[in-house]
């Protein structure tokens, strides 16, 4: 995947996206685009109510590439590591992505469903895809998350929060451990909530 230049790509595809997807999309300005198939729309017109915390990193023990992207969007090459080979067939997505580096890269309208939550349950609701946006941290059990992490979550959350008020809620932020227990571990014992919290608080000026 060599692709053009990231400024190059991102218009490119910003424009692209805004013909094809009509006035309801919402990308957040700070995010590459890197749009994913693995996506429909929300069953009901129900909007956002939920944001699920995810962590990935793909292989396991690495950090970096391109493979989180090419898994969202249906390319990921089985032959590159035995682990690909399980999860190569795998139709799934995330509404964004954030890097260790801080950079964001959305892959899913957030008025859309992706598919990143599976089988699980919030406030007696299940199948949570339906009315959660996700968001995966670069990231696993084992390590802290970075600084710029957690700067560019707080910032994608509040600027969600203004277009979807009911995530403002109390407990409208989840960890996908939370609405899967026992299936998913993530975002893991590093996800700092008190750091989430003190930050969303911080940048609201409550
Ligand atoms: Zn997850």
């Known amino acids: ?33 890197c749009p994913s198939p693995n996506q429909d729309a929300r069953p009901n017109g129900l909007e956002p109510e939920l944001i699920v915390i995810h962590a990935i990193r793909l292989p396991p023990g690495q950090f970096g590439g391109r493979f989180i992207e090419q898994l969202f969007t249906n390319s990921l090459n089985p032959l590159e590591h035995p682990f690909f080979e399980e999860i190569a067939d795998l139709r799934v997505s995330a509404h964004a992505l954030i ?3 801080g950079l964001a890269t959305q892959f899913v309208s957030f008025d859309r469903r992706a598919w990143h939550a599976g089988a699980s349950c919030w406030n007696g609701r299940e199948r949570c895809n339906d009315f959660s946006i996700g968001i995966e941290l670069e990231g696993c059990d084992e390590r802290a998350f970075t600084d710029e992490q957690y700067s560019a979550l707080v910032r994608l959350i509040r600027w969600l929060r203004e277009r979807f008020p009911r995530l403002a809620a109390e407990d409208a932020i989840a960890g996908h451990s939370d609405i899967a227990p026992g299936r998913k571990t993530d975002p893991g014992p590093h996800f700092n909530w008190h750091r989430l919290w003190a930050g969303l608080a911080e940048e609201s000026g409550t």
């Open 1 to 33: 995947m060599h692709g053009f230049p990231e400024a190059t790509r991102r218009s490119r595809t910003r424009e692209a996206m805004g013909a094809a997807a009509g006035a309801d999309a919402l990308w957040w300005p700070d995010a590459s685009i």
């Open 99 to 101: 890097g260790r580096d």
